[in-house]
């Protein structure tokens, strides 16, 4: 098991939160690797925590598609597979042109400055080197979008999937050659909304996931 990772403490959130960001980043960074055990024992004793907090953590990566349970073996890192893949974004497709055609309808000019923020800060984030910086305000773009619909189950279901997206997020921004496209991407939908013209923001958002899609895939297959 990799030792590089440690507690990453935050006195606002419960020791059991704590834990679960703490192995979450872990497995997002690749400090803990695709099939690698998680013992609860060992993690426990590394994090200088009791098994109770280690053990909520894993069911809660379980939720989120990051661990698998196995039996005789326990709880291992999740791999990342094509048909996993295929199967959260067909879902996130039909999810996302149903958000943003609802956005198109309701948004409002507060939240199309939000937006041109977030896509501007997204932007100012491909300048660096921190990937999950980067994950994070493409997370955060979206979010506006999804808060835009003013459908609380659909911003819940969203969310779900966000979280379910994650590695494969992040596996998409380390090609730095999609860095442009998916800034283009970004303006393109921006300007569907503003001018709220539903049927071209969900061309541009299948196509924008399309995209996404095909590079991670191609991405996965070259490791294999």
Known sequence: MVEAFQLQMNEYLPLRDVVFQTLRQAILRGELKPGERLMEIHLAQKLGVSRTPVREAIRKLELEGLVLMIPRKGAVV?????????DVLEVRSALEELAVKCACRKITSEQISQLKEAAEAFGNSLKGDDISA?????????????????????????????????????EYLKDRQSHQILLQEH?????????????????ITAIHIERQKENIINSLTKKE
Do not use: P, W
């Open 78 to 86: 999740a791999e990342i597979t094509v048909s996993d893949l295929e």
């Open 134 to 170: 980067c994950a994070q305000a493409d997370e955060t773009f979206h979010g506006v979008i999804y808060q835009a619909t003013g459908n609380r189950r659909l911003v819940q279901m969203l969310s779900n999937l966000r979280e379910q997206m994650y590695r494969y997020r992040v």
């Open 187 to 203: 303006r393109e939908i921006m300007r569907a909304l503003e001018r709220k013209d539903e049927e071209a923001a969900a061309r």
